[in-house]
């Protein structure tokens, strides 16, 4: 198992001592109508040992990103979190650790993480494929249908190559998700996929065109919900705003 740790090692921001008090004055402030209304999860999965990380990482071969991993010592398995929550970690009944959340989109190939994440800017998994099929190319609509179902399951085959070490962390709805790079260049990134609005595939970025990390994520999303929580119950609009200067997740080019 390689057991690199993430340039820096642990550091103040994965240190999240604060993180249960503050998400249970949020829940505490925000009627529950507006918590449904908004899909804000409040509440942290139980912690994983130190001995479960240890079985998960020797399972995918390669130790987690040291401030994703903290998170899960010491704050939640999963749970609370941007969008649609973080998705906990699961031993399933053949004794193997999966991503396990309804939401989760596409499910992780853990058998995959410790292959090296081939990006490090913006992709797309058309750039590595033949022209999408013509219907008006074809004689008929069968050949047609053999064509197109041979392309979508290439595909496939392009998007499972291209996100071999990433992580899926978090849906954020219409088959877009959240991830963390945990083999790579890109180690310790947060990357969003936006392939169903064309946007590719790309890291999360700060406004100073800086990549975000796992860390930085969670609290950028923690401290927002502070912030619109506070302008919600002075009687305004509800949570699923963002306030001016908040637009930041995005991924660094599209097409």
Not at 89 to 105: H, I
Not at 149 to 164: K, L
Not at 219 to 241: C, I, P, Q
């Amino acid at each position: 198992m390689s057991t690199t740790a993430q340039p820096g090692g642990p550091n103040k921001a994965g240190q999240w001592s604060d993180i249960k008090p503050r998400l249970a004055r949020l829940a505490a402030a925000l009627p529950p109508e507006s918590v449904r209304h908004d899909h804000v999860r409040l509440e942290l999965e139980p912690v994983l040992s130190e001995k479960e990380v240890s079985q998960i990482e020797t399972q995918i071969g390669v130790r987690l990103p040291e401030e994703y991993r903290s998170f899960l010592l010491q704050a939640g398995n999963g749970g609370a979190g941007p969008h649609y929550g973080i998705c906990p970690l699961r031993k399933t009944a053949s004794n193997k650790w999966e991503t396990m959340d309804e939401d989760t989109v596409p499910p992780n190939d853990m058998d995959r993480l410790a292959e090296p994440f081939l990006h490090t800017t913006t992709f797309h998994p058309s750039d590595f494929l033949p022209a999408e099929p013509n219907e008006e190319d074809f004689e008929t609509e069968h050949d047609y249908n053999c064509a197109r179902d041979g392309w979508s399951e290439r595909q496939w085959r392009v998007i499972e190559e291209h996100t071999s070490g990433l992580l899926t962390l978090c849906e954020i709805g219409c088959a877009s998700w959240i991830g963390l790079v945990v083999s790579g260049a890109a180690r310790g990134q947060m990357w969003e996929n936006r392939i169903v609005d064309d946007a590719g595939i790309g890291p999360l970025l700060h406004h100073d065109g800086t990549p975000l990390t796992f860390a930085a994520w969670y609290r950028d999303w923690l401290d927002g919900l502070e912030r619109r929580t506070v302008f919600a119950t002075a009687g305004n609009s509800g949570l699923g705003r963002a306030l001016p200067g908040e637009e930041h997740y995005l991924v660094s080019s599209t097409r």
